[in-house]
């Protein structure tokens, strides 16, 4: 480690950014290329803060990426990518510990992050930095689920933020916090069926419906419109698997997907936290 610095990752434009975040997952439990645009959206919807994100640098280079997100006295572990030459030597320890620096300077009073299950390397790191797991996250696959035609209306996908507000659903992950899905990337789309039961979907396409939440009104839950608005989603897009993305706490409605024709997913992440 001597001889490496961390800085800002305000130093760098988003495209640089982009670039570091891309190489620091790849071979990652899901690889993937992060584009400027994708990486704006995030911040945008998750309150990232680029002041407080961190960078570490071994000469010219740039390593490791710590991305954060603040809301309030709460900060996050939005993301965290170590490239592949340098993991094994410390990066993701120095990087962790200048986070958790940081944020008792600001003042901030907990530290929450979310890690695959499958990724035992990364939860070792959290959990030798304090982290404890709060819960555990799931989704669901429906690659056969039995279409129904209904007419659905398209809504703004903030308004599902509002009522899912509204109807005070407890703890959840920071993707799924109302505040987050106000500032709906461009992919995002809402449907309701009569007004009564909602989706929140989050990407399209010919082979799959990315779900990244299900409401109904509270006043008619139980009558089984959240149901056929899923299967009006799969008659909407035929031959397009419906998938829920593993960020649904484990306890929270196991028994409607069961019924509506879902299965749980092969990937589970487990939201983890830390006081300060």
Known sequence: MNGDRIDSAADLGLTELAEVFTAGFAGYVIPFRMTPGALAERIAS??????????????????GLAMVARRGWVSRVAAMGIRSEA??????????AR???????????RMRLEVFENNPAARRLYEGGGFRTVTRLVGYEAKTLQPEPHELEERD?????????????????WQLEPASLSAPPASARCFSLEGKAFAYVSGL?????????????????LRGHASRLLRAL?????????????????????????????QPGTLTQLEMDRSL
């Open 87 to 96: 993991r094994g030597t410390g990066v993701g320890r120095a990087l962790l």
């Open 234 to 262: 799969a008659a909407r897009h035929p031959g397009a698997a419906l998938s829920v993305q593993p960020l649904m706490p484990e306890g929270l409605a196991p028994r409607f997907f069961e019924k509506a024709g879902f």
């Open 205 to 221: 396409s010919g082979q799959a419906v990315l779900i990244r939440g299900v409401l109904t009104l509270p006043a008619v839950r």
């Open 157 to 173: 996908p903030a308004e599902f933020a509002a009522r899912l507000a509204a109807a005070d659903p407890g703890r959840l992950p």
């Open 46 to 63: 998750e309150d990232i803060d680029l002041e407080a994100s961190r960078i570490l640098w071994r000469g010219r280079e740039p390593v």
């Open 99 to 109: 986070l958790l620096d940081d944020a008792r300077a600001r003042g901030d009073r």
